[in-house]
């Protein structure tokens, strides 16, 4: 696999003053242009928040729980990335997008205001899983030490900070969660919430087979549940990122499937910076009430 002579961290170039990687950025008007098929669904999160796990949910719900079947490909292959645009082996999303039928499932990061108008003009629905901001964070920074492509994290005081200040890839988790929050009703998106799939997996299941308007057997929903654990996704090579050659995701620095729990912020904030971060927090999310759990 010859990723690895091409391989950068890529830098980030603000969209509309949101920071995306260079590449997607440089293809931004190809990205902003693009036409869904109002059969099309989109499963929509700020990174690190349970994206691949409701794409997997959804792939099986689409094909009432068969686990071979949702192990034809790997999952940014059966469910591509809207704006995604990897070094190779990996095809860009747009790219994969023009080779498939729709119904499609389509996987994006963007905030929001930066989804192709397109979306919501055909109503396409759409699914957006949110995780508390705390967990959000620790997950994102291991992904930032592991995939090679993103910009270096540096220490994690920093990274804090680089969070709260919206300096991320993809821009501000607050500002994400709250431009869906609010369109919420009017776009009929699904608002998930992460803690809710830990804690009740099966309830959230069967709210996302009913807003595709599926019905499959309880049994059916059960297989689901398990297939869908962490531990079975974690094993699965189909839905545990090992398709990504190591260069780009050196998996060995932290894998894919780090943890899948909730809380673990407890572990990496000290008591000072979680008073700071609390108290940030407060400021930014004063003007919405959007019920998120930090512990189950
Ligand atoms: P951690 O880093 O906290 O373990 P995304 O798919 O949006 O990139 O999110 C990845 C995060 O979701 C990682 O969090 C990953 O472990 C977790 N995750 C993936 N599949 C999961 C599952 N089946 N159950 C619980 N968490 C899962």
Known sequence: QKASSSITRFPLIPVRGVPLMNHIANNWDNIWAFRPDPSDLLIAT??????????EIVDLLLHNGD???????????????????????????????????PPRVIKTHLPFQLVPPGFWENKCKAIYVARNAKDNLVSYY?????????????PFDGYIHKFMQ????????????KGYWLEREKRNILYLFYEDMKENPRREVERIMRYLDLSVSDEVISQIVELTSFKNMKENPMANYSCVPSPVF????????????????????????SKLFDEDYEKQMKDVDIPFRTLI
């Open 46 to 55: 700020y990174p690190k928040a349970g994206t691949t796990w409701t794409q």
């Open 67 to 101: 686990a071979e079947a949702c192990k034809r490909a790997p999952t940014p292959v059966r469910s591509p990335f809207l704006e995604i645009f990897s070094p190779p082996p990996i095809p860009s999303g747009l790219d994969l997008l023009e080779k498939m039928d």
């Open 166 to 177: 919206g300096e991320l890839s993809w821009g501000s988790w607050y500002d994400h969660v």
């Open 142 to 154: 291991y992904f930032d030490l592991m995939n090679q492509t993103q910009p270096e994290p540096g």
């Open 250 to 273: 050196d998996q060995s620095i932290s894998p894919f499937m780090r943890k899948g729990e909730v809380g673990d912020w407890k572990n990496h904030f000290t008591p000072e910076q």
